[in-house]
């Protein structure tokens, strides 16, 4: 028996005399072979995660030479940071041995943060309409995908957290132990934890250090070598868990974990210590009153799933798409984002808001062709062609596509000036290298055809941003 210290115990004699999680996340690896994913009954819990957060960003140096000798991104300024996030959700899965067999269901009571970098104070708060989150595969892993309306980049970190509590009875083992034994996690599983795109060296441990009747004590450690965001991270894990024997599962985690991330294309690096608290208990079923297979049914395709809602507060326009863009700049006249590939920027978008025509006033193809034009006389372009259409949002678009060469490099240009009825107009050029057009495919597209230009406030007091708010999207997780 557990009660009894140094009495050896396996969770076969849990399976048999309780409910053991992993032997029964086990059975359903194997019925996965053999049975259909909807014939499984999904594993239903309360889930409550708790982070603090404190260290310092890593900006990148921007006129300096970007890489030291040893390879890695200058440093050019290090901020302070601060943040504290809540997130407490129910949630119903099915763990497959793969990402296509794996899927989760989320409805969430609570979820917010507050991050501080240098004096600068940004909350985030999952809106409403983003509360229901199905988990699901798409080409970059399981992503969360919110299923009425697309989530804001700060969303999906903050509705990720820091560990991911699918995967908290893999800590488990399927080994006969006694206490002050030990046993490694597979790194594929510690990986999915823990938010990493790889483990490449190092491991996570878990030791048996106590149990009675009702639980089991478990101390975790490691220091690990890893890949997070495609781009270098090292881990130092301290921590504890608690196994609930009556239920057989994870129903207490603490982890303080200390990470020094490098600086990637798409973001800061940061060093920084995490304090990590989850509670967790099962459940009958989901607050919501659906179950995982009524929301599937509504779940988005993997394509759909990885696009995110981009919104200019000051700039007053929106749009969605793929969630590798990231915003650098936006300060309402001008925007900046970037599409990173595999820690690589593939391309450039600059956005413009330009001065409003009057109502009903148009420019003309012929005359945004000359301008184009004389630009590239300037600088030894070429125009390769010159298109008009509407969009999906019934804006008048003029694009004209543009090549050349930048210090022997091969570059394309995609210019489009996005108009509306009542005098709103946006310019955006896309910048790619040549060899990049096949990886940058139709992101230009994408965009264009979901923008939306909404109407500017009648006046830029506090209701007027408020009113415009509440008739678009809640503004308050931008990127």
């Known amino acids: 028996m557990l009660a009894k210290p140094l009495c050896r115990f396996s969770r076969r004699v849990w399976f048999r005399n309780t409910l053991c999680a992993a032997a029964f996340l086990g059975s359903y690896r194997l019925a996965f072979a053999d049975e259909k994913l909807n014939s499984l009954t999904p594993l239903s819990f309360r889930v409550r995660s708790m982070i603090e957060l404190n260290g310092e960003v890593h900006l990148k140096a921007q006129n300096a030479p970007t890489t030291r000798i040893d390879g890695k991104p200058s440093i050019a300024r290090k901020a302070p940071v601060q943040s504290k996030s809540t997130i407490d959700y129910d949630q119903q899965y099915l763990l497959g041995n793969d990402d296509q067999s794996t899927r989760a269901y989320l409805f969430f009571h609570e979820a917010h943060s507050e991050i501080t970098v240098d004096r600068h104070t940004t909350q985030t708060v999952l809106r409403d309409g983003c509360k229901q989150i199905v988990k699901l595969a798409t080409g970059r892993g399981i992503c969360p995908a919110a299923l009425n309306q697309p989530l804001f980049a700060a969303e999906r970190d903050l509705v990720n957290g820091a560990v991911d509590s699918m995967y908290l009875d893999q800590l488990l083992t399927d080994k006969e132990v006694a206490i002050a034994d030990k046993w490694t996690i597979d790194r594929v599983s510690a990986a999915r934890l823990l938010h990493l795109d790889a483990i490449l060296d190092g491991d996570l441990t878990v030791c048996l250090v106590d149990s009675d009747d009702d639980k089991a004590h478990l101390e975790i450690a490691g220091k690990i070598q890893a ?253």
Not at 322 to 342: H, K, Q
Not at 404 to 428: F, M, Q, T
């Open 227 to 479: 890949t997070a965001r495609d781009v270098s991270t090292e881990l130092d894990i301290k921590g504890k868990a608690l196994m609930d024997r009556k239920g057989g599962f994870v129903s207490w985690l603490a982890l303080q974990i200390d990470e020094t991330r490098e600086i990637g294309e798409a973001e800061p690096g940061f060093q920084v210590t995490a304090q990590i608290k989850v509670l967790r208990a099962p459940i009958e079923s989901m607050t919501s009153g659906r179950s995982l297979a009524e929301a599937w049914s509504q779940a988005p395709n993997p394509s759909a799933a990885e696009m995110l809602q981009f919104q200019s507060d000051l700039g007053f326009y929106r749009f969605l798409a793929d969630c590798r863009w990231s915003t650098y700049r936006d300060n309402g006249e001008e925007a900046t984002l970037r599409y990173i590939v595999n820690n690589r920027r593939v391309a450039q978008c600059n956005i413009t808001n330009l001065v409003d025509f009057e109502p009903g006033q148009q420019l003309t193809l012929e005359a945004y062709q000359a301008d184009l034009e004389r630009l590239a006389s300037r600088t030894g372009r070429d125009v390769l062609e010159a298109t008009e259409q509407l969009t999906a949002s019934k804006h008048r678009l003029l694009r004209v596509t543009m090549s050349g060469s930048v210090e022997g490099v091969p570059l394309r240009w995609i210019h489009y000036h996005v108009s509306n009825d009542n005098g709103r107009r946006l310019a955006l050029v896309f910048t790619t290298d040549e060899s990049s057009l096949e990886i940058f495919a139709q992101q230009d597209s994408q965009i264009i055809d979901s923008l939306e230009l909404l109407d500017w406030p009648t006046k830029l007091d506090a209701k007027s941003f408020e009113s415009v708010e509440s008739a678009a999207l809640p503004s308050n997780t931008k990127k």
